[in-house]
């Protein structure tokens, strides 16, 4: 579950956010704890587990357990049809978050660290399984490890940490996971009909490198430059 940083210009809790900056300033979570307003279930429930039971978050665990049922079955259409939403959730589960007003800093980092397990499992079945390019798959891999580390980087190292997830990167998570899966579906395709799975096979690779190019490599740098904005803490010891 993301909290979903807004654009320049945008407003949260209305405060305008920086127009000068070329990357979405972080938007606090939603403060289900307000004896202001009314509460849904949905935020009660969050304010009572502090912000670990939401609808996003639960969308992430079935994500997780179905990636873990259908990684070995990629070469399978079962496979595929159990992989291709629980990929997807990880473009939903922000969206979830808002409208249901649960965004939490757990959730948070659910979202930083709960898509890698994910990305890496079906990286690793798909090499095993050859049905896509390896430099391809390599490249979303170090992609995503590089984002992996700025993020523990960024953790361990600022007070308080700066790295939230921005549309961009949901993009760049989308069109790398997107490519692999469209090649891993022209493989099985080709199976039967081998023209049309070639074909299908060079579109995920476009989409897989463009993906890479195009928003993973401007989403690396957009989280090494939130880590170098933060306040250093002074020791690294125990967290405050």
Do not use: L, S
């Given at each position: 579950m993301a909290i979903v940083k807004p654009w320049a210009g945008a407003t949260v809790a209305g405060i305008a956010t920086d127009s000068a900056s070329p990357v979405a300033l972080r938007s606090g979570p939603v403060d289900a704890t307000d004896p202001g307003r009314p509460h849904t279930a949905f935020e009660r429930i969050a304010r009572r587990t502090h912000g670990v039971v939401t609808p996003a978050n639960v969308l992430d665990v079935l994500a997780m357990a179905g990636v873990a049922w259908s990684a070995p079955r990629l070469d399978r259409w079962s496979g595929i049809a159990v992989a291709a939403p629980s990929y997807l959730a990880d473009v939903a589960d922000g969206m979830i978050a808002r409208r249901t007003n649960t965004s939490s800093r757990f959730g948070e980092l659910v979202d930083h660290v709960g898509d890698k397990p994910k990305v890496f499992l079906g990286l690793r079945a798909i090499w095993r399984l050859r049905i896509a390019d390896k430099p391809l798959l390599a490249a979303v891999g170090c992609y995503n490890l590089a984002n992996a580390a700025l993020t523990s980087?960024?953790?361990?190292?600022?007070?308080?940490?700066?790295?939230?997830?921005?549309?961009?990167?949901?993009?760049?998570?989308?069109?790398t996971t997107a490519g692999v899966g469209v090649q891993a579906i022209g493989h099985k395709i080709a199976e039967t009909f081998p023209r049309l799975g070639r074909l299908v096979t060079w579109v995920g690779a476009i989409l897989g490198y463009g993906g890479v190019l195009v928003f993973g490599v401007p989403t690396t740098v957009d989280y090494w430059n939130m880590a170098r904005r933060g306040k250093r803490r002074s020791t690294l010891g125990r967290r405050r």
């Open positions: 980087y960024d953790f361990v190292v600022n007070e308080e940490p700066q790295i939230a997830v921005t549309r961009r990167a949901k993009r760049a998570m989308f069109a």
